[in-house]
């Protein structure tokens, strides 16, 4: 019999015990996430002329809503029954470390962040939503692809058994056949899409419509996740009989949005880039 090839994965999740503190791959991923689009912004806002005293701003906005978002995300889609349904769990809700974070969660709760800040900074420094929004579209494409390494990292969110030569053995799950390695599926569609994004912006910002950039992201990520989803393993016991599972019925309506946004993009022709007398 051949052996099949594979990648006996047993990497541990903590980089770094320092006594009773743990460092975790998956936060320094995270965060990096946030540094790599607190570089981005700085170049945005450089390039079109917004004043970078609203970086700081900019990042606690993000954060903040990313966190909360993502945390309550997890636990109104995927648990429900287990965080509302004592106070335990409800008082686990504000417990972000024990785990539980959803993309999608976090995804709405920075577009109602993104409307809070255009509409408390936007008039008065030239800039709107949608501006605002297709900036963070390409900071948020490479932000996914971090957390979706330090996915990897913890060994979690891996797909079915597969015979493929790159199949994972997620050794610390107790797995003793190759799994998809769908975390590394998903971080290299959203780097590819970064990347794409970025080089639009750098080469062809002033052909294309605002608005383009938002909805391009969450068509191509969130496409790409529904897509993904099908060889990936159930997240939660209830997902075991449905035919779309949880992730799949919530990037559905966001993948409708984004082809909704392009559609408004380019009906309404408004540069994407800010004209000089709002510079």
């Not at 030239?126 to 297709?134: A, E, H, M, S, V």
């Not at 993904?228 to 919530?250: A, C, H, R």
Request: with cysteine; glycine share 10%.
């Amino acid at each position: 019999m051949i052996e099949m090839l594979a990648v006996n994965w047993h990497v541990d999740p903590v980089l770094i015990h320092l006594g009773n503190i743990e460092i975790r791959w998956y936060s320094l991923l995270f965060m990096s996430g946030f540094v790599i689009g607190w570089y981005l912004f700085k170049w945005f806002f450089k390039r079109e002329g917004i004043s970078l005293k609203l970086m700081d701003p900019l990042l606690y906005t993000l954060l903040i809503a990313t966190l909360v978002g993502a945390r309550l995300g997890h636990c109104l889609f995927y648990q429900p029954d287990y965080y509302l349904g004592s106070w335990q769990g409800f008082w686990e809700i504000f417990m972000p470390w024990k785990g539980g974070l959803a993309s999608h969660g976090g995804a709405i709760a920075l577009l109602l962040a993104l409307w809070w800040f255009s509409s408390h900074y936007g008039r008065k420094n030239g800039f709107d939503y949608l501006w605002l929004g297709d900036r963070l579209a390409i900071a948020v494409a490479f932000a996914g692809c971090m957390i979706r390494l330090g996915n990897l990292f913890n060994s979690e969110i891996y797909g079915d058994v597969t015979n493929l030569p790159w199949g994972f053995i997620f050794e610390l799950r107790g797995e003793t056949l190759p799994k998809h390695p769908t975390q590394l599926y998903e971080a290299l569609s959203y780097l590819v899409l970064g990347l794409l994004l970025v080089w639009i912006y750098r080469k062809h910002a002033d052909k294309v419509y605002r608005g383009f950039f938002l909805g391009a992201f969450m068509v191509g990520c969130f496409g790409m996740r529904i897509l993904i989803e099908f060889i990936k393993e159930p997240q939660v016991g209830f997902e075991e009989n449905m035919v779309l599972n949880m992730g799949q019925i919530l990037s559905i309506p966001l993948v409708i949005a984004g082809v909704a946004l392009l559609i408004y993009s380019f009906s309404k022709k408004k540069t994407s880039v800010l004209t000089p007398s709002k510079r």
